[in-house]
């Protein structure tokens, strides 16, 4: 089993709709999680890090859940801007981060 | 407040030869790491560097790599004898403490003709 496992879509929806990514993490990639937004292989800029109570930034919620190891991101009222691949991250007890594979989304007209 | 730099931002090698790739962490930030993005692959941790220490270097191939901080001036991943393989992206990222979120630089693409 992969440390960070993602389905790597691609996700296409609709400008407007919501959309929702989960993420699944192995034991030595829990002690911080993160999410990352990559464009067209430019470095990943960060959108979120993933908090236990979880956490909301505008159309942005992320959500962590440890009994099940698994981290989501949801996103609301979809732009075309949106349109990217966004890569989830846990951290390691050194704190280097494990990356999954990432999923495409893209937001059509 | 700069990001994270990186250069050179393209670099191309012949096979054989060295490659040095910089990156200058973001002000107040002491915790550097570099990660590589193969072709079609997702991004892979190789070295957690602080001044002057190396933390982690699991993700490092064990011949032809190394990377160091020192204490005045960049982070420097080192390629010694590339090969086709070594073509990838390098992204270097810091954060001001080693459980913090992490900020990228724009990465050096490496191409080994």
């Known amino acids: 089993r992969k440390e960070v496992e993602q389905d790597p879509g691609p996700f296409n929806v609709p400008e407007g709709a919501t959309v929702a990514f989960n993420c699944t993490y192995s034991n030595s990639a829990s002690q911080s999680f993160f999410w990352y937004r990559q464009d067209c292989r430019k470095e990943p800029k960060l959108l979120m890090s993933v908090y236990s109570s979880g956490n909301e930034d505008g159309r942005f919620t992320a959500q962590l859940n440890r009994a099940s190891q698994y981290i989501s991101l949801l996103i609301r009222d979809s732009k075309l801007s949106d349109s990217a691949t966004y890569l989830c991250a846990g951290s390691s007890n050194t704190g280097k981060l494990i990356f999954g594979q990432g999923t495409t989304l893209q937001v059509k007209p | 407040n700069a990001g994270v730099m990186q250069n050179p931002r393209h670099l191309v090698r012949r096979r054989g030869q060295e490659a040095r790739l910089r990156c200058s962490p973001m002000k107040g930030h002491s915790h550097v790491y570099w990660y590589r993005q193969l072709p079609e692959e997702g991004l892979k941790f190789m070295v957690y560097?602080?001044?002057?220490?190396?933390?982690?270097e699991s993700g490092m191939p064990k011949e032809r790599f190394s990377a160091e901080f020192p204490k005045e001036g960049p982070s420097i991943l080192r390629i010694q004898q590339v090969v086709r393989g070594d073509s990838a992206a390098y992204f270097c990222?810091?954060?001001?403490?080693?459980?913090?979120?992490?900020?990228f630089g724009p990465g050096t693409r490496l191409t080994v003709l």
């Open positions: 560097l602080q001044k002057e220490n190396i933390i982690d």
């Open positions: 990222a810091s954060s001001p403490t080693g459980q913090y979120e992490q900020f």
